[in-house]
């Protein structure tokens, strides 16, 4: 594996469609429960610690489903396929809100563009097939395995992730000083690594024992912001 | 037309064509789906209007459809559907998380979704307009996203924009310099702007247009065409030549 | 403590439901209340305050073909830290046959300060059979900061996943009651209607902080959060 393959991926540049989320903050702005840096540290924890552990536990359940059979040619195509599947199943049962599935399913489809255009392999095609795309921790999955990176480095990219796509929506929805934003990132560090390295340990699991945290208003605010005539973000 | 304008759009707004016979662009790649034609320039020099001219006059004649990545309310959906212009299910809005230049260049998956979805949706279409969210000169669509783009500016922003060039000024494959009818309150000089656009644009076109005045944009629309054609030419052509 | 109850319906063969089986030890006490329908209804009494530190509460519920149970609680059950600082642990295994319904309604669950408790619920449905499934989580007692306190929720119909929820609050986890979890609110919740007959209703705004939600199977999921218990049982009542 390249470490650079591992920062292409993680980069807010890469492009596979995040700028256009905001993972609920823009929701939470407008309901006035995100105002400033404070509020945004306290979503940001909220995010992490209920949101990073079931992306980063799938992404990198995804990833080790792969990994095995890229490591297996021999494998049919039905000892990945049943396994994706039940993830996909799984994680469909995670996401109550129709809003947050489709906003998982339309980032994992703009990131399989990305990751079939950037490393190609024939693991993406095991993918259930859905019209509105694989969710986006099966995508970032086989993606991380395509780039040749390890499960540990699949579920820091989840974790990661999870945090500066709201982190970033914040700079842009409440003109937060990005110096600001970045020094708060910089001080979860250990928290996302220790999320990531949980979640990679558990990856092993069957899908249905992995992480099932919930967040209530992450569902309820989604379904608010789906409602609403005009947003700025997809979610 | 309105008695009361000074400007006389067809002649005396200078303008220039493809010659016909000489195209001064590169041959369309072989294209199995919709020509797709991104619409970008700042905010206010009427993207939206000339998207629903384009609409107004090609309607009856291409399969088309609009993804906006313009702020779209559903009073936006049901003016052009009340103007008979195109029924909403051909429209579809991109939300660009505050980043209208990062939707159409450098993450473009949204806006090739979007189209994708309207494909699967209609079936096969002749022509996907894509309209960039309002942003400044610097904004142009990736090659990824579009076949040919139009870059809208309008004289009210001065008659100093063809000067500036950017991007989008310089390189779009037609510049169309808006709202020509408002240049006498503006006090604009379009022969300026016009010296100014062939010298930034060497043999690109650029048409000077006032949809007050024309509101089918029957010069865009003529261009429109003929991008169209010409990819449908190429198309046919490589198919016969696979045989 | 540990204790175990265990409550087997099954048709009675002439439009109504019997128990078969009704068992309870303490705390867990069950009385059989019947209203002259034909849905057989049992209410769970408290014994003691509870669950404390220590408790392992085991319930255990069988729905066969054509039954109908619906389960109560006469108070809200109160989540109390023990001496020694051990987790309670309250588990529910419900398993529904084909035909048959389970109206699962019991008063809130309040995460007094200090408790470490776990809810576990596990239910199975077979393919036709309809369930009402209601928790409420209400954030410490009056003027009181809650413990830790985990509800999970699983449920499977027909031999695949439809909902995996768990709910963690108090201070052990960043950000619980933030503006991404719960957003200061005190009591939050769901009522999930699985009913293979009807179709799924569509997605709707119940309030400022309640939706309804249609899930990927036969089924709606009804989530908020509010202030107290008393509006949050506005937008769950069934």
Redesign the interface.
Known sequence: MHRTAYLLLADG?F????????S?LEA?VA?G??TDLA?LE??????????APVTAAFTAATHLTAARMGRAPSATESDVKVPFLSLD??L???T????L?LASR?QG??LL??GRNTWPSELYGQLPKH?DGPHQPLALGVTTAAAGLSAEEAAQIAAYGVLTGPAS?AV??LGLDPYQVQNLLARMAG?CDEIAAAAAAVAHKSP?EL??????????SA??H??W??????S | MRADHAYDHDESVPHTHPEPGVDPHPPLPQLDRAVRIGIGGPVGSGKTALVAALCRALAGELRLAVVTNDIYTTEDADFLKRAGVLDPSRIRAVETGCCPHTAIRDDISANLDAVEELEDALGPLDLVLVESGGDNLTATFSKGLVDQQIFVVDVAGGDKVPRKGGPGVTTADLLVINKTDLAPLVGADLAVMDRDARARRGTLPTIFQSIAQDPQASQVADWVRHVVAHAAGAHAHAHAGAH | MRALARIVAEADGRGGTRLARLRGEPPLQLRHTPDGSATATVHLIGSAAGPLGGDDLRIEIEVGEGASLCVRSVAASIALPGRDGTPSRTTVTAVVAADGELRWLPEQLVAAAGCRHQATSTVELAGGARLLWREELICGRHDERPGDAVVSTSVDYDGAPLLRQSLTIGPGTPGWDGPAVLGGARATGSLLLVDPAAAPAPSAVLGATAVRMPLTGPATLVSATAPDAHVLRGYLDA
């Open positions: 540049r492009p596979s469609g995040g700028h256009a989320h905001s609920g939470a309901a429960r995100v509020g306290a979503f940001l924890h909220g995010r992490l610690s209920y949101a199943r799984e469909e049962a995670r109550v809100s129709p809003a599935r339309r489809r703009a563009r990305a019209p929506a842009r929805l928290s249905q992480p099932a945290h919930a967040a209530p208003l992450a569902d309820i379904e608010l789906a409602t005539e005009v947003r700025l973000f997809a």
